[in-house]
T-cell receptor, first 113, second 112 residues
């Protein structure tokens, strides 16, 4: 049982480049989300999904897109990377409406130069 | 508006001492108050959680104290160990809609 798997673990992008952060879970969780973690800011919600085909914006969605074509996968796309998007990104999943316990992936450290 | 405020930002404790991290929340309509523990290079992991109708919950050396009237809750780590050195996040959760509000985190260092 792998839990939540994120790839890549590290990435360096140039300003203006695009990329996709991958997230997959094998727990059949309905709810998946993306957070970014910055020093002194805690965890801020970027986008979330309550099930396949359904996504919504979180607190800091600008510059990011998501899609949820399957229950297992929830990729995060950076459309045109900016230095302000330098951060550590975490994907998390849980059962909807019945669990206070997120399962987090191990994170992707992204640097935009 | 920040729903959950956490303090201190960093904490240094001697081995065997008690570590205390505090959180305060703004809204009364939360269902759970979990704490997450994060080691360097890893994602946060659920440590312990409490419901608002309970004043205290203990799991091993970790205890949550909850004060509903003051809208405050705290994590106490008894007999702190160097292996407890990590970042701790409190959160307030509204189950309907899976709404999580995280504190800004506390970096705990336990000195041998």
């Amino acid at each position: 049982n792998a839990g939540v798997t994120q790839t890549p673990k590290f990435q360096v992008l140039k300003t203006g480049q695009s990329m996709t952060l991958q997230c997959a879970q094998d727990m059949n969780h309905e709810y998946m989300s993306w957070y970014r973690q910055d020093p002194g800011m805690g965890l801020r919600l970027i986008h979330y999904s309550v099930g396949a085909g359904i996504t919504d914006q979180g607190e800091v969605p600008n510059g990011y897109n998501v899609s949820r074509s399957t229950t297992e996968d929830f990729p995060l796309r950076l459309l045109s990377a900016a230095p302000s998007q330098t951060s550590v990104y975490f994907c998390a999943s849980s059962r909807t409406n019945q669990n206070y316990g997120y399962t987090f992936g191990s994170g992707t450290r992204l640097t935009v130069v | 508006q920040q729903q959950v405020k956490q303090s201190p930002q960093s904490l240094i404790v001697q081995k065997g001492g008690i570590s205390i991290i505090n959180c305060a929340y703004e809204n009364t309509a939360f269902d759970y108050f979990p704490w997450y523990q994060q080691f360097p290079g890893k994602g946060p992991a659920l440590l312990i959680a409490i419901r608002p109708d309970v004043s205290e919950k203990k799991e091993g050396r970790f205890t949550i104290s909850f004060n509903k009237s003051a809208k405050q809750f705290s994590l106490h780590i008894m007999d702190s160990q160097p292996g407890d050195s990590a970042t701790y996040f409190c959160a307030a959760v509204r189950l309907s809609g899976n709404q999580f509000y995280f504190g800004t985190g506390t970096s705990l260092t336990v000195i041998p």
